[in-house]
């Protein structure tokens, strides 16, 4: 079974400058979740999707990030525009509800670093 | 905000040593994961915990869910150089987000 696929798996940018990435979950896992990883610190969740409705964006800055997920499928996070402070790994995940719990299967992420 | 407490931070030990490191919280959870993460990848999840009390192997790794529902450990037998990673728990809240929250991770290094 394939895994969560993400592209492009690096980016380098100025600040102010805008970028996408993007994901493809697991086949089938109606659920995806972008999360920020900075450096030293364990991944922390952007936004939730659950097939193409949101259900938990409460920690996404809405004013420069944004994200979508037509078709209840592939998914684009975008930033515009990109801070110092957005240099950190995105890490897309999906899951498969199974018995009321949700394991998240995690793609390589993409490591973006702002200069 | 929410927060996991994992410990401990980092671990340098002998190949062959067994490896204990644990998470804490202050509020219930009705999951726990256990995940390690190489560099360069994503984390990959090693162990899912879905009652209190319960012990679960997966080869030499084994995990409990703590009775209390606010912790979790995990311990590595015979540890291995590629153990080398950082290993992250996760709680999964008990609301209809079912949002995972992370510890900050615990380094572990394997000396041949």
């Known amino acids: 079974e394939a895994g969560v696929a993400q592209s492009p798996r690096y980016k380098i940018i100025e600040k102010r400058q805008s970028v996408a990435f993007w994901c493809n979950p697991i086949?089938?896992?109606?659920?995806l979740y972008w999360y920020q990883q900075i450096l030293g610190q364990g991944p922390k969740l952007l936004i939730q999707?659950?097939?193409?409705?949101?259900?938990?964006d409460s920690q996404l800055p809405k004013d420069r990030f944004s994200a979508e997920r037509l078709k209840g499928v592939d998914s684009t996070l975008k930033i515009q525009p990109a801070k110092l402070e957005d240099s950190a790994v995105y890490l897309c995940a999906s899951s498969l509800e199974v018995s009321l719990h949700y394991e998240q299967y995690f793609g390589p992420g993409t490591r973006l670093t702002v200069t | 905000g929410q927060q996991l407490n994992q410990s401990p931070q980092s671990m340098f030990i002998q190949e062959g040593e067994d490896v204990s490191m644990n998470c804490t919280s202050s509020?219930?959870?009705?999951?726990w994961l256990w995940y390690k993460q190489d560099p360069g990848e994503g984390p990959v999840l090693l162990i899912a915990l879905y009652k209190a009390g319960e012990l679960t192997s997966n080869g030499r790794l084994t995990a409990q869910f703590g009775i209390t529902r606010k912790d979790s450990f995990l311990n590595i037998s015979a540890s291995i150089p590629s153990d080398v990673g950082i290993y992250f728990c996760a709680g999964q809240k008990m609301d209809s987000s079912y949002k995972l929250i992370f510890g900050s991770g615990t380094r572990l290094l394997v000396r041949p």
């Open positions: 509020s219930i959870f009705n999951t």
């Open positions: 999707f659950q097939n193409n409705g949101v259900v938990d």
């Open positions: 086949s089938g896992h109606a659920t």
